[in-house]
C-alpha cells in the first residue's frame, strides 16, 4: 500500500470534483439568468433572441455565480439538518423562500444578499401557496422524467445508448419548463403584492 500515490489520487478526484461542481453552478447560473430573460421578453410579446439573452446574463454572471453558491451551501446545509426532524421543515422553507433570487438579480438589479432578501420578502405570506404550487410542479416534472427514463431502458437494449439520450432531452425539455414555471409565480407575486405592471416590466427589462 503506497500512501502517497492513495493521497495523490485522492486530492486528483477531489480537485476533479470541485472543478466540476464550480463548473456546473457556472453554467447553471448562467443558463438560468438568460432562461429568465427570455420568459419576461415572451411575456411582454417581444422576440426572444438567444444571444441577446444570454448576453444579459453574462452582465451578471458574478453575482448570479455568488448567489447561487450561497444557495447551494444554505441547501446543502439545511439538506444535512434533515438527519434530525427539525431540519425538515427548515429545508423546505429555505427552498421556497429564496427560490426566486435568479429574477430579482435580473429584473430588479439586486445583489447576492439583496437578492435573497426579496424572494424571502415575495414569499412572506404567501409561503403555503408557493409550497403548494411549487410541489404541483416537482411532481409533474419528476413523473414526465420518470416515464421518460422506464420508456429509456426499455428502448435502450434494442437501441444502444438510447437511455442516455432519453435522459439528456429530458433534462433539455423539463428544465426550461421550471424555469418558466419561476418566473411566471415570481410574476405573480409582484402582481399580487406590489400592484406590478407591464410598465415596470417593460422599464426593468429595458435596464438590462
Not at 173 to 178: E, M, S
Amino acid at each position: 500500500f503506497n500512501f502517497i500515490d492513495w493521497w495523490s489520487s485522492n486530492i486528483i478526484l477531489a480537485s476533479g470534483s470541485l472543478i466540476l461542481l464550480i463548473l456546473g453552478i457556472f453554467s447553471s447560473a448562467w443558463a438560468t439568468g438568460a432562461a429568465v430573460c427570455a420568459v419576461f421578453d415572451y411575456q411582454l410579446g417581444r422576440p426572444v433572441q438567444a444571444s441577446q439573452c444570454i448576453e444579459r446574463a453574462w452582465k451578471k454572471i458574478g453575482v448570479l455565480c455568488l448567489t447561487s453558491l450561497l444557495f447551494t451551501i444554505i441547501m446543502i446545509g439545511s439538506f444535512l439538518l434533515m438527519l434530525i426532524i427539525i431540519g425538515i421543515p427548515i429545508f423546505f422553507y429555505f427552498v421556497v423562500a429564496f427560490f426566486f433570487y435568479s429574477p430579482a438579480i435580473m429584473l430588479e438589479d439586486e445583489d447576492v444578499i439583496g437578492s435573497l432578501g426579496r424572494s424571502r420578502q415575495l414569499v412572506s405570506g404567501s409561503w403555503w401557496r408557493v409550497f403548494g404550487i411549487g410541489m404541483v410542479i416537482a411532481i409533474i416534472l419528476s413523473s414526465i422524467y420518470m416515464v421518460a427514463n422506464y420508456l429509456g431502458g426499455i428502448i435502450s437494449p434494442i437501441l444502444p445508448y438510447s437511455d442516455i439520450v432519453f435522459n439528456l432531452a429530458i433534462n433539455i425539455i423539463l428544465l426550461p419548463i421550471g424555469i418558466i414555471a419561476m418566473v411566471l409565480v415570481y410574476t405573480d407575486l409582484r402582481v399580487r403584492k406590489e400592484g406590478y405592471t407591464h410598465t415596470q416590466m417593460v422599464y426593468e427589462l429595458g435596464r438590462l
